[in-house]
């Protein structure tokens, strides 16, 4: 073997180890990276080209380029490695700082809904009752004359029906005019003793106005047991309205009339220097516990209604009821 072809592998050897140092160097993604090591490196690369020609030299000759083979395959493989690191360091960085969440961009906004101020104040009356020991309950919308009026110790020719204009539907039903009627459904179904509150939609053909609905909202209070008295009526009451609208209210009981409850009375708060009406109430009439069929002797009670959008529009201080109506958001914004 000749000592030209000796030193034409080394120095074919040298020019690939120059080349292929250059083009790693110049590499900036993996995939070439990856080609350019099948290029130089791989079985059928272009160092394992070269040293095929190594069959054409003599013993002694093969050991010294085997050797100078080696030295350009790890300086190659080194030169790979240490690319190859900084180039998936360099991706990783890339995409941490693509994926990078800015926490100072400002958010986007969600329109949220809001309580209607109605809704809020019936949830705080029954917040209240709850608290002091009552059960919601509630009733149809369309009743009967009987639930409305009858069993309310108020019959067909009783005066007292002038009081309540009534939506009349067909056949016995009407709409009903008050939440008293809960209180003959809710005995009827269950034994004393009980305390509920029932909040509700009622009707009345009232001209509308700004303080008149002809659907608006009612709470009515019962509590049935065997001793009750005016004092705890007059307690509850008391307690309800001091939660309802503050420690030093001024409360007055007032002599009144209503069928279902002897006596009667309604009450009123002083309520930023004017006396305002809240509530009516009572002793549960001996014929409303008979017409569910309790013992009047053994049973007492005593009951009490109060409108909502009354309650709603003191405590607001809103001139105008249909404004709790009409869905303008510019009202309903400031709740
Ligand atoms: N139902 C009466 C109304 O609508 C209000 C009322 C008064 C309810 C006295 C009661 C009560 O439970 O005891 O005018």
């Known amino acids: 073997m000749t000592t030209s072809t000796l030193?034409?592998?080394?120095s074919d050897l040298q020019a690939l180890q120059q080349e292929?140092?250059?083009?790693?160097?110049?590499?900036?993604?993996?995939?070439?990276?990856e080609k350019l090591r099948v290029n130089y490196l791989g079985k059928k690369g272009q160092l394992s080209q070269i040293l095929r020609g190594m069959g054409k030299l003599s013993a002694e000759e093969r050991p010294k380029i085997g050797a100078i083979a080696n030295?350009?395959?790890?300086?190659?493989?080194g030169a790979l490695d240490t690319k190859l690191e900084t180039l998936?360091?360099?991706?990783?960085?890339?995409?941490?700082?693509?994926?990078?969440?800015?926490?100072?961009?400002?958010g986007v906004g969600r329109p949220l809904g809001k309580m209607h101020p109605l809704q809020s104040t019936i949830d705080r009356v029954l917040d209240i009752f709850v608290g002091l020991g009552y059960t919601v309950a509630e009733g149809p919308q369309i009743e009967t004359d009987y639930y409305n009026f009858?069993?309310?110790?108020?019959?067909?020719?009783?005066?007292?029906?002038?009081m309540q204009d009534t939506f009349y539907l067909p056949g016995d039903r009407l709409l009903r005019t008050h939440t008293s009627s809960v209180q003959i459904r809710h005995m009827e179904q269950n034994e004393p003793p009980l305390r509920i509150v029932a909040p509700g939609r009622v009707y009345r053909r009232d001209t509308v106005d700004a303080t008149h609905s002809a659907v608006f909202h009612q709470i009515e209070l019962l509590a049935i047991d065997k001793n009750l008295k005016f004092t705890d009526l007059k307690g509850t009451l008391k307690e309800f309205l001091r939660q309802m609208f503050g420690e030093d209210l001024e409360v007055t009981f007032r002599a009144s009339y209503f069928p279902f409850t002897e006596p009667s009375a309604e009450v009123d708060v002083?309520?930023?220097?004017k006396w305002l009406e809240v509530m009516g109430c009572g002793m549960v009439d001996p014929n409303?516990?008979?017409?569910?069929?309790?013992?009047?002797?053994?049973?007492?009670?005593?009951?009490a209604g109060l409108g909502?959008?009354?309650?709603?529009?003191?405590?607001?201080?809103?001139d105008d009821i249909r404004r709790l109506y009409n869905s303008d958001l510019r009202f309903l914004r400031q709740f």
């Open 7 to 10: 030193t034409q592998i080394e």
């Open 20 to 33: 292929a140092t250059g083009a790693i160097a110049t590499a900036t993604d993996l995939d070439t990276l």
């Open 71 to 77: 030295q350009v395959k790890e300086a190659l493989q």
């Open 88 to 106: 998936q360091k360099a991706k990783i960085e890339a995409q941490l700082k693509a994926e990078t969440l800015d926490v100072t961009m400002p």
């Open 150 to 162: 009858e069993a309310l110790n108020t019959p067909a020719d009783h005066p007292a029906r002038d």
């Open 270 to 273: 002083k309520w930023q220097g």
């Open 288 to 303: 409303v516990l008979k017409a569910v069929g309790y013992d009047p002797e053994v049973y007492t009670g005593f009951a």
């Open 308 to 318: 909502v959008e009354r309650f709603a529009m003191v405590l607001h201080k809103l």
